[in-house]
């Protein structure tokens, strides 16, 4: 028994593994930020600040020109000053990665209900039907299936090996699971950094465009006075306050997404664990 040990540790070291890197690029970290902000800014010079949209337009052109007058109330935003470009950025990039990370982590998900695939999985194993449990990995097609059949994969395996022990097996299983369950995380949480983070900085955004148009507004109050002066101030502090407006509706947004999302993935990662489990706890059950 002193002999067989070493060789049955080494054989385990060189078992190989089924679960492979998964390479995709994450291009759309950087590139729909970028987008985001031109798209921002084109919307807020050409589309709000259209010279018609305004009863004193201004014809100079160039890059903030100073038109007066908005003749609509959703046009007042444009007066809102150059940080409704950024905060019109922040609200596209929340709306980009909100439909990418809901693509993902609905394909992720897989199809049909987690709980009663891995009762489904439980059955065949309890059967000793290995091939019909991964064909339901198959049918499954998200992260769930994907971790429960590289485990799988290696639990058949591990049925024909002759050379470890029971507790050595079920070692190799796990690991394999836990390997699987690495490639497959970081997958779901990739950019949702972008949704925590805009939940944030929109909102000081807004605060930081109506500070803005505050003071521009009382520095003409005080170089003008009177009641023309007083109009002013009602004005400016109108138009400031659509930047708190876009702020705070793009970080409520950014937070509520979030929230959902971070749910969604705390359920596919307890199908995992539960997986695993599963798969553990079956193996030494049966093949003690």
Same mark, same amino acid.
């Given at each position: 028994m002193a002999e067989t040990r070493p060789v049955a540790t080494a054989t385990a070291a060189k078992s190989s593994t089924s679960v492979q890197p998964k390479k995709k690029s994450n291009a759309i970290s950087w590139v729909a930020p970028v987008v985001c902000i031109i798209a921002g800014y084109v919307i807020w010079r050409f589309l709000l600040g259209d010279p018609s949209n305004f009863t004193q337009p201004d014809l100079s052109g160039g890059f903030w020109p100073h038109h007066k007058g908005p003749k609509g109330g959703l046009v007042r935003m444009y007066e809102g000053g150059i940080i409704v470009p950024l905060l019109l950025a922040t609200f596209l990039t929340v709306i980009t990665f909100v439909i990418e990370r809901l693509l993902t982590i609905s394909k992720a998900t897989g199809t049909g209900n987690i709980a009663e695939f891995i009762r489904k999985v439980q059955y065949h194993l309890a059967n000793k039907n290995v091939d019909q449990a991964i064909s339901e990995c198959d049918r499954q097609r998200g992260s769930v299936g994907n971790v429960m059949k590289a485990g799988l994969r #290696?639990? +058949? &395996?591990?049925?024909?090996?002759? &050379?470890?022990?029971? &507790?050595? +097996?079920?070692?190799?299983?796990? #690991? @394999?699971? =836990?390997?699987?369950?690495?490639? =497959?995380?970081?997958?779901? @949480? #990739?950019?949702?950094?972008?949704?925590? %983070?805009?939940?944030?900085?929109? %909102?000081?955004?807004?605060?930081?465009?109506?500070?803005? !148009?505050?003071?521009?507004?009382?520095?003409?109050?005080?170089? =003008?006075?009177? !009641?023309?002066?007083?109009? @002013?101030?009602?004005?400016?502090?109108? @138009?400031?306050?659509?930047?708190?407006?876009?702020?705070?509706? %793009?970080?409520?947004i950014a937070i509520i997404m979030y929230n959902i999302f971070t749910t969604k993935i705390d359920s596919i990662t307890y199908g995992i664990d539960e997986s695993g489990f599963t798969l553990t706890q079956s193996f030494a059950s049966l093949y003690k």
């Open positions: #290696k639990y +058949k &395996e591990m049925i024909s090996n002759t &050379e470890l022990d029971t &507790e050595q +097996k079920v070692l190799a299983i796990q #690991k @394999e699971v =836990e390997e699987a369950t690495a490639l =497959e995380l970081p997958m779901l @949480e #990739k950019n949702l950094v972008f949704l925590s %983070t805009i939940a944030s900085v929109a %909102t000081l955004l807004g605060l930081l465009g109506t500070v803005l !148009g505050m003071i521009t507004s009382f520095a003409a109050l005080g170089a =003008e006075g009177g !009641g023309a002066a007083a109009a @002013e101030l009602s004005r400016g502090i109108s @138009e400031a306050l659509y930047n708190t407006a876009l702020g705070i509706g %793009t970080s409520a």
